[in-house]
């Protein structure tokens, strides 16, 4: 991480902080932090917050048994203060030690219940509430290494979609398919793998569905949805829907080719100045006009970054205007209950006139010979 990066970051938290005539923000765990300090602290019971003051410096405020790795953090490292509490000591005191009279603070939206309540207590005259867009509205904006970043997780997520022939196959259960490409998932340049999806035949139709003991049964079509989080910290999340052993029923491959037509049409039009919901109505339309309405029953897309589902939304409603730098997916769906159900899905970013995608393996569709 570039230290010219955090103080850039750290100067816009500040800016916006003044803007909406708050006295400062308090950020936890979690990848709000990470974007601030660098830090990729865990959360456990004891405090560890950044605390911004809007008119003031920075503080990480961390257990003395964290100190180390704290300042190992990309922020301490360019300078910034580490307070520690020890296991007798008031932290959510420390925590309001930096924000004297504090009226109005903005805290983490994925801040923990009990450390809200905490640190509320600790400064009874403040009123607390969640950071929400002040944050969102940064992070949504991707900066160069940041897309670096989503492109190497791109790439990692490719490769494992490429090998796919290795573990779909006619006998095999979803859930031995899916511990294979957890797998994978690490070996081809992850930390972690963040979530598989192995939706064969009707579980198809349910596009969160993960896994079961389902046997894979041949001409099945199998939507995979798999992602992970790289060293970086930056997310991947690729979808692709195979046929395994087999060719599939003619019903699915009229209404996937029509999927296949949306998602080009979606991926073609993304641009820098096209509204949220411009950009979901266009897949939309392909699927409608041809009868298949009722089946998209999701968003288009969701922006990833540090965490896999994050501003902008790609919705029907938000008028946004898509911005360069803008990263977030691109994945119609069509579902048909009890029988089957498809879903393409890349990555891409807004960058020029245009949109590039971070996720090139095929979308035609793939027989596997399973
Ligand atoms: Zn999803
Ligand atoms: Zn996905
Ligand atoms: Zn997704």
Redesign the pocket.
Same mark, same amino acid.
């Given at each position: 991480m570039v230290t010219a990066d955090l103080s850039s970051r750290m100067q816009r938290v500040k800016t916006a902080l003044a803007d909406a005539a708050v006295d400062g923000l308090v950020v936890c765990p979690g990848s709000d932090l990470r974007y601030l300090t660098g830090y990729d602290a865990e959360s456990f019971e004891r405090l560890t917050a950044l605390v911004v003051p809007t008119d003031g410096d920075p503080q990480l405020v961390v257990p003395a048994l964290e100190l180390a790795e704290a300042e190992r953090s990309p922020a301490a490292l360019a300078g910034m203060d580490v307070r520690t509490h020890g296991d007798t000591e008031d932290a959510y005191a420390l925590a309001a030690q930096s924000l004297p009279a504090a009226r109005r603070v903005l805290v983490d939206d994925h801040m923990w219940a009990q450390k809200a309540f905490a640190l509320q207590s600790a400064m009874p005259k403040a009123r607390l509430a969640a950071a929400g867009s002040l944050l969102s509205d940064l992070r949504m904006v991707k900066g160069p290494d940041e897309v670096t970043s989503l492109r190497r997780a791109g790439a990692a997520i490719d490769r494992v979609h490429s090998r796919m022939a290795q573990f779909l196959k006619v006998g095999r259960t979803e859930r031995d398919v899916a511990a294979d490409i957890a797998d994978a998932i690490v070996a081809e340049g992850h930390v972690r793998a963040d979530f598989v999806i192995v939706g064969s035949g009707p579980n198809g139709a349910s596009p969160h569905h993960s896994v079961s003991d389902r046997v894979i049964e041949a001409g099945d079509p199998v939507v995979v @949805?798999i992602?992970g989080t790289t060293a970086a910290g930056y997310c991947s @999340?690729?979808?692709r829907t195979y046929v395994v052993g087999s060719s599939a029923a003619p019903d699915f491959v009229e209404y996937y080719e029509i999927l296949l037509e949306a998602q080009r049409a979606q991926c073609d039009l993304a641009r820098p100045g096209l509204t949220a919901e411009s950009l979901d109505r266009v897949g939309r339309k392909v699927i409608s006009e041809a009868g298949y309405g009722d089946y998209f029953i999701h968003r288009t897309?969701?922006g990833?970054g540090l965490d896999?589902?994050e501003e902008p939304y790609i919705v029907e409603g938000s008028t946004l205007a898509l911005q360069p730098g803008m990263a977030f997916?691109i994945?119609p769906g069509i579902y048909l209950p009890g029988r089957h159900g498809a879903r393409i899905?890349d990555?891409v970013v807004l960058a020029g006139d245009g949109a590039e995608r971070l996720n090139t393996t095929t979308r035609e569709l793939t027989i596997l010979e399973g």
């Amino acid at each position: 991480m570039v230290t010219a990066d955090l103080s850039s970051r750290m100067q816009r938290v500040k800016t916006a902080l003044a803007d909406a005539a708050v006295d400062g923000l308090v950020v936890c765990p979690g990848s709000d932090l990470r974007y601030l300090t660098g830090y990729d602290a865990e959360s456990f019971e004891r405090l560890t917050a950044l605390v911004v003051p809007t008119d003031g410096d920075p503080q990480l405020v961390v257990p003395a048994l964290e100190l180390a790795e704290a300042e190992r953090s990309p922020a301490a490292l360019a300078g910034m203060d580490v307070r520690t509490h020890g296991d007798t000591e008031d932290a959510y005191a420390l925590a309001a030690q930096s924000l004297p009279a504090a009226r109005r603070v903005l805290v983490d939206d994925h801040m923990w219940a009990q450390k809200a309540f905490a640190l509320q207590s600790a400064m009874p005259k403040a009123r607390l509430a969640a950071a929400g867009s002040l944050l969102s509205d940064l992070r949504m904006v991707k900066g160069p290494d940041e897309v670096t970043s989503l492109r190497r997780a791109g790439a990692a997520i490719d490769r494992v979609h490429s090998r796919m022939a290795q573990f779909l196959k006619v006998g095999r259960t979803e859930r031995d398919v899916a511990a294979d490409i957890a797998d994978a998932i690490v070996a081809e340049g992850h930390v972690r793998a963040d979530f598989v999806i192995v939706g064969s035949g009707p579980n198809g139709a349910s596009p969160h569905h993960s896994v079961s003991d389902r046997v894979i049964e041949a001409g099945d079509p199998v939507v995979v @949805d798999i992602g992970g989080t790289t060293a970086a910290g930056y997310c991947s @999340d690729c979808t692709r829907t195979y046929v395994v052993g087999s060719s599939a029923a003619p019903d699915f491959v009229e209404y996937y080719e029509i999927l296949l037509e949306a998602q080009r049409a979606q991926c073609d039009l993304a641009r820098p100045g096209l509204t949220a919901e411009s950009l979901d109505r266009v897949g939309r339309k392909v699927i409608s006009e041809a009868g298949y309405g009722d089946y998209f029953i999701h968003r288009t897309g969701h922006g990833i970054g540090l965490d896999t589902h994050e501003e902008p939304y790609i919705v029907e409603g938000s008028t946004l205007a898509l911005q360069p730098g803008m990263a977030f997916s691109i994945e119609p769906g069509i579902y048909l209950p009890g029988r089957h159900g498809a879903r393409i899905e890349d990555i891409v970013v807004l960058a020029g006139d245009g949109a590039e995608r971070l996720n090139t393996t095929t979308r035609e569709l793939t027989i596997l010979e399973g």
